[in-house]
């Protein structure tokens, strides 16, 4: 399952449920959702109930990234200057501030609600990542 997934190291290593956890890249990868000794649970952003505040580039503008398979960046204001390839960046107190999600897809317009929503981005593959970084030292 991409939206939790088990990793090996726990209490014993000075895990605990919350800390940020990014991929090799620097990337926000999820955060640690429960922990055991020798083993923790981490809910990714490919979890359908993820979702966190972002901003959108060196502009800040506000948006919210939702989780799932394909993750997106939803509401993003029409007036907002976006362009694809645009770094998407944490914008939640639970995650490390201003610390990378990934990249802006091609922003579309949702009929819905008059705000622009695109794909979220990645630079790495669920299926290639072999390591996973936990920040455990994080307010």
């Known amino acids: 399952n991409r939206g939790i997934v088990a990793v090996n190291k726990g209490l014993a290593d000075g895990v605990n449920i ?33 979702k966190s505040g972002v901003f959108l580039g060196s502009a800040l503008r506000k948006a919210v990234v939702l989780g799932g398979t394909s993750p997106f960046v939803d509401l993003i204001p029409k007036d907002t200057e976006t362009a694809s390839g645009m770094a998407v960046l944490n914008g939640s107190d639970d995650l490390p501030y201003g610390m990378p999600l990934g990249f802006l897809g091609e922003p579309t317009l949702d009929s819905g609600t008059g705000l622009l929503r695109a794909d979220l981005k990645l630079p790495y593959s669920f299926e290639g990542l072999e390591k996973i970084l936990i920040i455990t030292y994080f307010p």
């Open 18 to 50: 919350g800390m940020p956890v990014l991929t090799p890249e620097r990337l926000v990868f999820g955060r640690v959702k429960s922990v055991k000794r020798t083993q923790s649970e981490v809910v990714t952003v490919f979890d359908p109930s993820w």
